[in-house]
Every structure is written in C-alpha cells, then in structure tokens.
C-alpha cells in the first residue's frame, strides 16, 4: 500500500487503484483479526483444480469494500439519502462480513467447531466493537437487519449484495473461469432504493440475467466441481478422524491453537471469549502444517487422507441423480476393508452426501425491477430467459481410487 495524507491506496489486480480514507475502516484494516484474512484462501481447496486460485479471503473483503463505496456513490447521485455516519457503517459491516471464516472455507465448520461462519463473523464484531468503545454499533444494527433502512442490510447481505459481487468477478478472474465474469460495474451503476429497498432499473435487467446465469454455472463449474468438492470431504474426514483419536486420548502432532480445538472435549461448555481467542490465531498455516505431521501417523485413515491432500492423491467424487442406494454404498464400504485391512472404520474412506444450488429463490428475497411508471416487478416475472428458480439438488460418492476396481 502507499501513503497518502488523505487515504490508503492499494492496487487490486481486479479494480485497479482502490482508496480507503483514514479512520475507522483503516483502523479495522490494520487490525490483527482482519490481517488473518491474509492467511486464509477465499476458495479453500479450489487451487486443487484452478491452479491460480491462491487469493485471499483479505483480498475479497477489500473489494467488496470498494465496490460498497461505487453503490453508495450512485445512490447518493440518485438523490438516495445516505448520511456519512450511515456510509461508514455499512463499509464497516461489509469490510467485516467475512472476518468469522476459519482455514479452507467451510471445512471447519461442523467439524472441529460447531458455529457457522457468520456466528463467528458476529463474534468477532462484537469484540471489536468493545474495542473500538462502541463505534461499530450501526454497522452491528445494519449487518443484524436491526436498522430501519433496510437498503443498506441488502447491500451487505441480499439477492445483488456487494459480497457476491466481488465474490463471482474475482473467483472467476482468478481461476480464469470466464463464464462467472458479470457486469458488477453496470449493475451497480442501475442499483436504486424504492420503498426503503434495493431494485434495478428497467434497463438493468439483462445485467441481472447473466448475473443470476453466471452464479448458477460457477457453482457446478466451479464451486461443486468434483475434484475440489472431493479434497475438502477429505481435509473434513481428516479432521474427524483426528478428533477422534484425539478424544480417545491418542497424541497427536498439530499447532498448539488448532490443538486446543482437537482435544476439546464433545460438547464441552467453552466461553465465548476462549473460544475467539484460540479461533482468532487459526488460519490455512495451522491445518496445513498438521496434515503434514498427520501424513506419517500411525493410523491408516488419517495417514491415507493426509497423504492424499498433500502430494494431491485425491479420492475419486461422483455426482448422481438420485441417490445412490444403499446396497451400492456397502459394496464401496466391503471394497474397502477388503483392500485397506479389517481393522479400518470404511466411513473414514468412503463418504457420501449431497450439494444443491439454487441460482435465484424469490421466496426468499426478490429481485426488484423498477420500472419507468413506478412499477416494481420480481425479475422472475419480467426476464424473458430461464433464471433456473428451482433448487438442484445432487448426490455424491466419495472413495479412494485403488478402490475402482474391485466394486
């Protein structure tokens, strides 16, 4: 970053030159709970697939920032009343959005700690807040849905929010996927407020199409493809097995924070406090240095996963439609304690489960066009190609090669 007296400038690969103004979004910038973002990958096990796609969860939530500041500039201009202390807040809230994310995305969660990512988000806003004497109380307000322009809770967390904006342009830019590339700038450029809410001109709505288009194809193509999907079922397995062999008291080598998450025993009463200072300190470093240690355990399981992850041994995924039977399934799980040895549990080798996207669900928030008599229509209502509104829903079986030709 270089120096100026009035803001910050750093030089993203995806927006160019980008300012960030002295105070408190610089503030929380410089923060040690923000700076892990650095230390943790925005697409988990992707790389595995997309060689190029090592950025960062630090890098997505700076352009998320730049990009609320493009949708607060237009909206003033649209005579959309925005107060300055209301602009900070919602730059504070979508700065913030991803700071409760653990190493490799989702992996941890429901694994080794029983929060959502957004739980811990929460977490650690809150603890800034204290901090911070108070001063992210409206930002708190807007990222909870609690403040009554509810516009700016939209522009964190909604249908067109500024997080799925960076999110799709910049994954798709880093893995060179390039049908997720939308037009964030012109979407932007149409956002208005109708009402108290979010909507898009008239003239937006084909932005909105391949916006919505291009979400659903970076899923599968992307997001849910099966060798990425594949090696993050594996880093979960790995991360069950360790526990388990934790909680049966067997020692195991690993990072003293993600230790204390391993040895924790199930259901434990952990305070809120504890629990944040050991997840604060946990970034991609930690779970990687352990699957190199756990790569010469003693234990078949969790020996072959970490093998697998390290020197990119990945099991073979196969997406269904419907699900597998069960009879299948066991024929997997004979297959492998006939090939790895009687004494292996198979549901540490063979793993089954299920992924659904849903590009647009209007149930849940609609997509508002505003027309030029006023009129505000849902986009499912008003766009002339298929916007794909039902959920998919597809099954997987997750096995070791080797295993391939004995099923």
């Known amino acids: 970053m270089m120096n100026s007296k009035r803001n910050k400038i750093f030089n993203d690969p995806v927006y160019g030159m980008v300012t960030i103004p002295h105070g408190l979004l610089l503030e929380l910038i410089d923060h040690p ?17 997309y060689p190029g ?36 807040a919602v730059s504070a809230a979508i700065l913030l959005h991803d700071i409760g994310h653990g190493p490799f995305s989702h992996a941890l969660e429901h694994t080794l700690i029983d929060r959502h990512h957004e739980d811990m988000s929460m977490h650690f806003m809150e ?49 060179g996927v390039s049908e997720g590339v939308i037009g964030y700038d012109r979407i932007i450029k149409m ?20 916006f919505l288009i291009a979400r659903r194809l970076m899923y599968w193509q992307v997001y849910l493809h099966k060798t990425g999907v594949a090696a993050e079922q ?57 699957i190199k240690y756990w790569s010469e355990a003693t234990d078949k399981a969790l020996s072959r996963l970490s093998i697998g992850l390290l020197d990119r041994r990945l099991f073979r995924l196969e997406w269904h439609t ?36 849903q590009a647009y669900d209007s149930n849940k928030e609609q997509i508002g066009i505003l027309f030029k008599d006023g009129r505000v229509l849902d986009i499912a209502q008003c766009s002339e190609v298929p916007l794909y509104t039902q959920a998919v829903t597809k099954f997987f079986i997750c096995y070791p090669k080797e295993l391939s030709n004995l099923v």
Do not use: C
């Open 127 to 175: 603890a800034l807040n204290r901090q911070l004497e108070g001063r992210l109380d409206l930002a708190l307000k807007i990222f909870k849905d609690e403040y009554p322009k509810q516009f700016l809770h939209q522009l964190v967390s909604g249908q067109l929010d500024m997080d799925r904006m960076d999110y799709l342009n910049r994954d798709s830019f880093f893995t």
């Open 53 to 88: 796609a090592l950025h960062t969860r630090f890098h997505h939530a700076l352009g998320a920032l730049h990009l609320m500041q493009e949708a607060i500039e237009t909206l003033r201009s649209k005579d959309v009343a925005i107060s300055n202390a209301e602009a900070e």
């Open 322 to 357: 419907p699900e597998l039977p069960i009879e299948r399934v066991e024929r997997y799980k004979q297959a492998a304690l006939q090939y790895f040895g009687a004494d292996i549990d198979p549901d540490d080798f063979i793993f089954t489960g299920k992924a659904s996207n």
């Open 33 to 49: 709970y923000f700076q892990r973002l650095r230390r943790i990958r925005q697409m988990g096990l992707s790389p595995y697939v």
């Open 191 to 210: 956002l208005d407020v109708h009402d108290g809410r979010l909507v898009v001109e008239e003239k937006g709505i084909y932005s909105i199409e391949k």
């Open 234 to 290: 594996m880093l979960i397995h790995a991360l069950r097995r360790a526990r388990k062999l934790a909680s049966e008291g067997v020692e195991l080598e690993a990072p003293k924070h993600l230790r204390w998450f391993l040895y924790l025993p199930a259901g434990a009463a952990v305070d809120d406090a504890e629990l944040l200072s050991h997840f604060a300190q946990l970034d991609d470093n930690d779970v990687t240095a352990a």
